[in-house]
């Protein structure tokens, strides 16, 4: 069976399968988080400008689980990028999730117009890093373009970039420049969730495509299961969204199962080349508009 853990660049070890919380609020933000941990889950991906770093952290308390023993992840936002900045911004989100370190540190988006910024704020990372503040860092959204400019300037190679890829949008030049920089592809809206939110472009959402369900017939289990499966088996994280406890623990429940290398097959064929999402190209604080609260 697939792995639960995947070794970054740096050696450390980060789990395959996490928990998101995009879109998740108060107490269902924190009720979600220690669901998911006391379900087994060990990775947990917020981000700045989700709001709700606080209710991530008070999840985590109730859980009873050990801080030592989860990976969590969160982004800062645009508004925060450059040096300086991103060390503040670096401290509020520690202090709002009630921690000391992160595992990992990623910045959220790559804002191609404003990349020097985008720089400086990644060199704050590698800071954190060198102090043990974080243990890992790397970046989301960024195209292979943002990454070749990024690497020639790093002195560290991202250990993760986080990108929209489900069934319907699997980027597959992307992925294989990530594995030949030896940057871990984690999914977000792995399941295809983001339709739900950011428009359906004609495409039919992941869940409602009729070869996933029929292979999900096949293996007794449910479509999520089967598309969470195939993300494993290829290798990536992936970090499924849910407020629900029953869909929460279902979403875990696919390490005792594999898919067949047609059914893997049958996956790869629905790619649509189009994204649910906004473009990275395009996003910048002005069309992303928000303002982080201090901590």
Known sequence: MT?????????????????????????????????ALQAGYRLIDTAAAYFNEREVGQGI??????????????????TDYGFDSALRAFETSTTKLGVDYLDLYLLHWPWPENFNQTIAAYRAAERLLAEGRVRAIGVANFKPDHLRTLVK???????????????NFQQPDQVALQGELGIV??????????????????????????????????????????ILRWHLQEGR??????????????NFEV?????????????????????GAIDPDHATPAVIDLTIDAA
């Open 3 to 35: 792995e639960k853990a995947i070794t970054l660049n740096n050696g450390v070890e980060m789990p395959a399968l996490g928990l998101g919380v995009l879109q998740s609020e108060g107490g269902e933000a924190t009720a979600a988080v220690s669901t």
């Open 255 to 275: 390490f005792d199962f594999a898919l067949t290398a047609d059914d893997m097959a049958s996956i790869d064929a629905l790619d649509t080349g189009r994204r």
């Open 153 to 167: 300037e790093a002195d560290v190679v991202p250990a993760v970039n986080q990108v929209e890829l489900h069934p």
């Open 237 to 250: 994280s992936a970090i499924p969204k849910s407020v629900t406890p029953e869909r929460i623990v279902e």
């Open 185 to 226: 592809t984690q999914a977000w809206s792995p399941i295809g969730g983001v339709y739900g939110w950011a428009g359906e472009n004609g495409a039919v959402p992941p869940l409602q495509n009729e070869t996933i369900r029929m292979i999900a017939e096949a293996r007794g289990k449910t479509p999520a299961q089967v």
């Open 61 to 78: 308390r109730d859980s009873g689980v050990d801080r030592a023993d989860l990976f969590l992840t969160t982004k800062l936002w645009m």
